[in-house]
């Protein structure tokens, strides 16, 4: 079958850094996204990593390492506003998106 | 402001009505998606519409019915509906499906729904 695994909540402080992984398992691949989804809104797109290395985009980076089907989420300098949900999803063969349930980041001041 | 709105933002309904959601993209994209989001759970993908034509249905329950007049409307009509179906469903829609690309999805506020 297929799988996304993500940690369900974690922890940070404000002004910290903090990394979110994802494993994945899936009947092909097309690309990993990262979507942040904060409570009662609707996800927002962070990021999509296809090939594997680093894209940065600000104080958020993303992470891909195909041959070990892993990915991380990076925030640095986090803000109190960066609590939400953050969804790791994979894009597999067939172009459909296989979502992990999401990690909740709690950032404590 | 995502381009991608979603009426009623919650509805209540017991297990004999029938009601139905609403999403409307305003993003000119060619595909919409229908997605069921429970508590701790991976989102569910419902329903894919690529150009008005269904593309994927994921072994929904026919209680769920989408019906897509246009690329830019999407309906999910709902009847005769369990309790364990209440959830948050989320309207999305991306450039295109498919097509030897993946593609970044706008999500609409979702409507929250309880079944009583």
């Known amino acids: 079958g297929q799988n996304i695994d993500q940690p369900t909540e974690m922890t940070a402080t404000e002004g910290a850094i903090v990394q979110i992984n994802c494993t994945y398992q899936t009947s092909g691949f097309n690309g990993l996204f990262w979507y942040q989804q904060h409570a009662g809104e609707a996800p927002t797109f962070l990021s999509y990593?296809?090939l594997d290395g680093l894209e940065e985009k600000g104080r958020f980076s993303s992470f891909l390492s195909r041959s070990k089907g892993y990915s991380y989420l990076l925030l640095k300098e986090l803000q109190m506003k960066d609590s939400a949900s953050y969804l790791c999803?994979?894009?597999?063969?067939?172009?459909?998106?296989?979502w992990g349930a999401g990690t909740k980041l709690i950032i404590k001041p | 402001e995502t381009g991608v709105t979603q009426t009623p933002r919650h509805l209540v309904m017991g297990m004999t009505n029938k009601k139905s959601l609403k999403c409307e993209q305003h993003l000119g994209h060619n595909a919409m998606y229908w997605y069921k989001q429970s508590a701790k759970k991976p989102l569910e993908l419902m329903f894919v519409y690529s150009l008005e034509e269904r593309v994927e249905n994921n072994s929904v329950p026919s209680r769920f019915s989408p019906e897509c007049p246009n690329s830019s409307h999407l309906f999910l009509h709902l009847h005769t509906l369990q309790p364990e179906d209440s959830a948050l469903y989320l309207c999305a829609s991306s450039q295109d499906w498919g097509s030897g690309s993946s593609y970044e999805q706008y999500f609409g506020p979702g409507t929250r729904l309880t079944v009583t």
């Open positions: 990593n296809v």
């Open positions: 999803a994979v894009s597999d063969s067939n172009y459909q998106l296989i």
